[in-house]
């Protein structure tokens, strides 16, 4: 890669080879190219002379940023080619253009997947069924927003022939400006639900934001879109291309019926087809109704991209969860739910729903704490929760926070005995609650917002030893 494109602009001191191109200083090795990053917690410029003494071949900086005269940088690349410095007015949109023009040079599948849940789960999902045909980039981890997006890109090589990108949006502009970097030739769609509301205003707010991929997309691209999902016909209007639809639905071009779930091998279920006469079997080590909706969107991909039903029933089986999404641990005969990456409460019903469905159970306990970032209705909407949680016939609820407390105030608004329900102060007391109470064959779901931390309470029931006790 040769830097040569920035922000519309050539440089002639920008033509030598670049070995990649961060942002983080801690990776920094010889040839890389940093760029220069502001942030609430940080400034990139105060890395730059480290950067250059490190080797690297230049920094891309605000155009008002001057390189100490006394830098060791300066001192130390006696020698060897001077690093330059590539001042402009905005460094963030510099690498996000970088990451277009690496991207226009591939001619492959990229798939962008956004949603209000199940985001990195169907990343995962759509990448390990991609996976059985060719090479597939795909977003790790959570880096799916305007810096993560580029970094995803800027791994791109020859050897990839699809790519799979997750992109989270919470602002109104932000799918559209991450479209004109990734230029997907498909588009997935998971779902609209009541995420980021207090960035968003509405539902309706944030069907919005997520159209903007479909405004984005190729005429001979692909919408893949829930057919359950109530938004459907509305998103399915904005989409100028080919719509593939998924769901439960016997309108869908891709559905699911006859599922069956077991604690150990995960969920079975007959996999539709579009243009195939008869369904395949396909089995997912994951569980939950939502779970399966995830799959089906995976597997509408593969068949957007003409892959066998083999070839993608064998990678729905290949998946396997990211941690603290709906990932399932066995501790000493105590079945633990690890769902605490994210909350909101669409993905804390189903939740809910897969807690309440897990048999065998002696008893099922609901850890969870807040959800963040709904808005103004954020009070009501916890009670909502609490009130879907009483019908579920749960043993117990124990909740963390502020708005936990409202989650307990719903559970019994709708009928849930008082002396089921627990209110904590946080993650370490319900960890410690939880020592003193779980029973080998107890089965324990831990959820809230990621600014919860409720992993604590998973940390602490994994690292248990002989503790915990045999049902009487």
């Known amino acids: 890669m040769s830097v040569k494109v920035l922000a519309g602009q050539d440089s002639s001191s920008g033509k030598r080879p670049i070995r990649q191109i961060t942002t983080d200083s801690r990776s920094i090795r010889r040839g890389d190219l940093f760029v220069a990053l502001r942030g609430e917690q940080f400034d990139g410029h105060d890395f730059v002379p480290a950067v250059l003494a490190q080797g ?46 690496h991207r226009s040079r591939f001619n492959i599948p990229v ?91 509405s539902m309706e707010g944030s069907a919005q934001a997520k159209a903007e991929l479909l405004d984005q997309l190729p005429a001979d691209g692909t919408a893949i879109l829930n057919a359950d999902d109530p938004y459907f016909d509305y998103l399915a209007s904005r989409a100028q291309c080919r719509v593939m639809s998924f769901g439960f639905s ?7 019926s006859g599922v069956t779930s ?34 089906l969107a995976a597997a509408a991909v593969g068949a957007a991209l003409n892959l066998s039903g083999s070839m993608i029933v064998q990678g729905l089986g ?11 641990v066995t501790h000493h005969g105590v079945h633990i739910i690890n769902d605490c990456y994210n909350a909101n409460p669409a993905s804390m019903k189903a939740a809910l729903q897969l807690l309440a ?10 850890v969870l704490g807040d959800m963040l970032e709904l808005g103004s209705e954020t009070g009501q909407m916890h009670r909502e929760v609490g009130q879907f949680l009483a019908t579920q016939g749960l043993s117990r609820l124990i909740v963390c926070g502020p708005l936990g407390r409202k989650i307990a105030d719903g559970a019994r608004q709708g009928g849930m005995a008082g002396s089921q329900i627990e209110e904590l102060a946080d993650a370490g007391a319900a960890a410690d609650r939880l020592k003193k109470i779980v029973r080998q064959g107890d089965v324990v779901l831990v ?26």
């Not at 759509?126 to 799916?144: C, H, I, S, Y």
């Not at 016997?250 to 699911?256: G, I, K, L, P």
């Not at 469905?357 to 609901?366: D, F, G, L, T, V």
């Not at 809230?448 to 049902?471: D, H, N, W, Y």
Request: net charge positive.
């Open 56 to 101: 690297a071949a230049g920094a891309i900086v605000h155009d008002e940023y001057r390189l100490p005269p006394s830098s060791a940088a300066v001192r130390r690349i006696e020698g060897r080619p001077a690093p330059f410095l590539f001042g402009v007015r905005d460094p963030l949109f510099a690498y996000q253009q970088l990451a277009t023009h």
């Open 111 to 201: 798939v962008a997947v956004t949603g209000s849940n199940g985001k990195t789960t169907t990343k995962e999902m759509v990448a390990a069924v991609l996976a059985q045909r060719w090479p597939v980039l795909k977003t790790e981890g959570n880096f799916n927003n305007r810096i993560g997006v580029p970094f995803t890109l800027f791994r791109l090589t020859a050897r990839h022939q699809a790519a799979v990108i997750e992109m989270g949006v919470d602002q109104q502009g932000q799918t559209t400006r991450l479209c004109e970097i990734v230029r997907p030739t498909i588009g997935l769609i998971t779902n609209i639900g009541p995420d980021h509301l207090e960035f968003f205003g």
């Open 250 to 256: 016997e309108m869908a071009d891709v559905r699911a």
């Open 262 to 295: 077991d604690v150990r091998q995960g969920t079975t279920f007959r996999l539709h087809l579009p243009g195939k006469s008869r369904p395949v079997t396909a089995q997912i080590k994951v569980h939950g109704t939502h779970n399966v909706t995830n799959a």
């Open 318 to 328: 290949r998946f396997r969860p990211a941690a603290m999404r709906s990932q399932v």
């Open 357 to 366: 469905q897990w048999s065998p159970a002696r008893e099922r306990i609901a």
């Open 447 to 472: 959820k809230a917002s990621r600014g919860m931390k409720m992993e604590q309470v998973v940390q602490v029931l994994t690292g248990m030893r002989a503790v915990i006790k045999q049902a009487s």
